[in-house]
């Protein structure tokens, strides 16, 4: 199995910083592509920015231009660099990874963990 451990999260004012981490474990040959949901209170769980296994990147429009996903491959860490942010980015987010692509019967079609909250006060 892959197991998934966010950190980073944390209390900032309104035009501060936060840089997430996640740290992938277990069978990490499973993991192809890696990504960053968020979910506030109330609302549906929302991707913020993904990673595609050859470091394609895609941004919701929400985030695009304020943060910045990478990855690195050989210590299987995935990172979210967050400026610039709004009281609107608080939110519990969380690291997500799946495994499309990846020939082998052990590997879940992806994978969650727990989450890191992000609180941005005005």
């Known amino acids: 199995q892959v197991q998934l451990l966010e950190s980073g999260g944390g209390l900032v004012q309104t035009g501060g910083s936060l840089r997430l981490s996640c740290v992938a474990s277990?069978?990490?040959?499973?993991?192809?592509?890696m990504a960053w949901y968020r979910q506030a209170p109330g609302k549906e769980r929302e991707m913020v920015a993904a990673?595609?296994?050859?470091?394609?990147?895609f941004y919701g429009d929400s985030v695009k231009g304020r943060f910045t996903i990478s990855r690195d491959k050989i210590e299987n860490k995935l990172y979210l660099q967050m400026l610039s942010l709004k009281p609107e980015d608080t939110a519990v987010y969380y690291c997500?990874?799946?495994?499309?692509?990846?020939?082998?019967?052990?590997?879940?079609?992806?994978?969650w963990g727990s989450g890191t909250q992000v609180t941005v006060s005005s």
């Open positions: 990673i595609s296994s050859g470091g394609s990147t």
């Open positions: 277990g069978d990490t040959t499973c993991i192809s592509h």
């Open positions: 997500n990874a799946d495994s499309l692509g990846v020939s082998s019967s052990i590997c879940e079609y992806d994978y």
